[in-house]
């Protein structure tokens, strides 16, 4: 979560993710009602909030550091039809981010902002829930430029013990409609479900709120140790 605790902690974090061997780093535009998110993320998007941090901070930040590794925006619809579709995408653009996931963005809602995501290349990494159909899932596959964020389960994200084998069922029914890449987040937190994840065929995780959990345990004087020795461990089961 961008601006969460300060600008400076986001910016230690990025570039510990930059040299950790994450391939993408998940940057989140703090929003005062992130009705996707589990009390994790939502307090630190209000923490970051209260502080006066805007989306402007945000853009601030990608202008001025230098990644190796591509950059997804996760926002929520209201900031960008704030902002203006046309003005948001293509200030993405400006600064090289390479994808955008808006998690209250229907698929039936979804044309206009795909077709100007395209014209500047970005991708629109579309989700997928435990209880979307079958032919739902289809026309969100066909419609989707960019990976396919796969929900562990119903609800906020969080922290969590274990995932449903539905899951699995999920990749499979993907699979039958597309080749796009499959990507599981919300609950991932623990190497236990990097080994679960891996054997039902995904290629790939999100790890959200234990990273923000985890993040949020620094001063602005320390060097984010704890966030470090977590990442290195989740990477190491990858």
């Not at 939502?42 to 805007?54: E, H, K, P, T, V």
């Not at 790890?207 to 949020?216: H, L, V």
């Not at 602005?220 to 977590?230: A, G, I, T």
Request: proline share 4%; hydrophobic share 40%; net charge neutral.
């Amino acid at each position: 979560m961008a601006g969460d605790p300060n600008i400076e902690t986001t910016v230690k974090a990025l570039n510990i993710l930059d040299k950790s061997g994450s391939h993408m780093i998940e940057l989140g535009i703090p929003y005062s009602d992130p009705l996707a998110d589990g009390p994790i993320m939502q307090a630190s998007a209000q923490r970051a909030l209260n502080r006066g941090f805007r989306i402007n901070h945000v853009f601030s930040i990608l202008e001025n550091i230098k990644l190796s590794i591509p950059i997804i925006i996760f926002c929520y619809f209201n900031l960008i039809l704030h902002y203006g579709i046309n003005n948001f995408i293509y200030k993405l653009y400006q600064l090289n981010v390479k994808g955008i996931i808006i998690p209250d963005l229907p698929i039936e809602e979804a044309d206009e902002i795909l077709m100007i995501c395209q014209q500047y290349k970005i991708n629109l990494n579309m989700l997928v829930s435990p209880v979307s159909t079958e032919s739902r899932i289809s026309s969100i596959v066909k419609k989707a430029n960019g990976f396919i964020y796969l929900v562990s389960s119903t609800g906020v994200t969080g922290i969590r013990d274990n995932f449903s084998d539905v899951i699995k069922d999920k990749i499979e029914t993907i699979r039958k409609y597309s080749t796009k890449p499959i990507v599981i987040g919300f609950g991932v937190s623990k190497p236990s479900h990097i080994k679960q994840i891996k054997a039902w065929g995904a290629d790939g995780i999100i790890i959200g709120s234990a990273c923000i959990q985890e993040i949020s345990k620094s001063t602005q004087s320390d060097e984010l140790n704890d966030f470090k020795n977590f990442l290195n461990k989740m990477i190491e089961s990858i």
